[in-house]
């Protein structure tokens, strides 16, 4: 092999070595990424946390502690709509939503489009990297939490990351049919986008509250806007550090 083959060799799989350390998601990489300079950042910038004198909750703590568990902020949420049995508008209503979720918490949310896999897949992994959350319609015959006055569900998946913290990184929402018919997103898309947005804060991070002024309150009771609490929590939420 001649001298310039060897240097137009080396070159090359300089480049593969440079793409794979820029793109490898793996924990094993992140050390390397930060060594050289790739390190973390943020697609949104960190939202002022305001104490408002609200309430809130976090979804699930760090063990033996009282830090909440979140996603991080320096990876955008991979997201999937389902539009099976949702309404006309469903979709747009869902992105309205997740619109609002991301100023509040300076997360960056990454549409997939459509999907017609179902929410709350079982942590099921798609060639080594977590599942999308994925949102979509159904009814208490296939969801038995949304029995009664349940009009969605909610809900993160968490695991360690390579710090030893729990971090988020899939989950799902699941509306109700029978809530979210196209008459009631015609007379009420305020009510029906804050029910939407209620469990998109699950998803990011935040409990049900005891206070009906929050929209994290458990019983949806007409509040179409976040709460003083609700926006002190998402808030605090999307300045976790990057992991």
């Excluded at 990876?75 to 469903?90: D, K, L, M, T």
């Excluded at 305020?190 to 939407?196: F, G, L, N, S, Y």
């Excluded at 019983?219 to 609490?229: A, M």
Aim: aromatic share 6%; with cysteine; glycine share 14%.
């Amino acid at each position: 092999m001649s001298r310039s083959s060897t240097r137009l060799t080396v070159v090359l799989t300089a480049a593969m070595l440079a793409a794979v350390v820029a793109w490898h998601p793996a924990d094993q990489v992140e050390l390397i990424r930060r060594a050289i300079g790739l390190g973390p950042e943020r697609p949104m910038p960190a939202p002022s946390v305001v104490q408002r004198g609200g309430t809130f909750t976090w979804a699930m703590t760090q063990p033996g502690s009282d830090d909440p568990v979140g996603w991080d902020p320096c990876q955008a949420i991979r997201y999937r709509i389902n539009p099976a049995g949702g309404p006309p508008g469903g979709d747009e209503l869902v992105r309205r939503a997740i619109d609002r979720a991301s100023a509040a918490t300076g997360l960056a949310f990454d549409d997939e489009g459509e999907t017609e896999d179902r929410p709350f897949p079982g942590g099921v992994k798609l060639f080594g990297r977590p599942d999308p959350v994925v949102i979509g319609w159904a009814d208490e015959a296939e969801y038995a939490d949304l029995a009664g006055q349940v009009a969605g569900v909610g809900g993160a998946v968490a695991e360690r990351d390579g710090g030893g913290r729990l971090r988020f990184v899939s989950g799902g929402v699941v509306l109700d049919v029978d809530a979210f018919t196209a008459t009631a997103v015609a007379q009420q898309p305020r009510v029906m986008e804050a029910i939407v947005l209620h469990e998109v804060a699950h998803v990011v991070g935040l409990g049900h509250v005891s206070e009906p002024m929050e929209l994290m309150y458990a019983d949806n009771t007409g509040q179409v806007e976040l709460g003083p609490g609700d926006r002190e929590g998402l808030a605090r939420l999307g300045s976790l550090p990057c992991r």
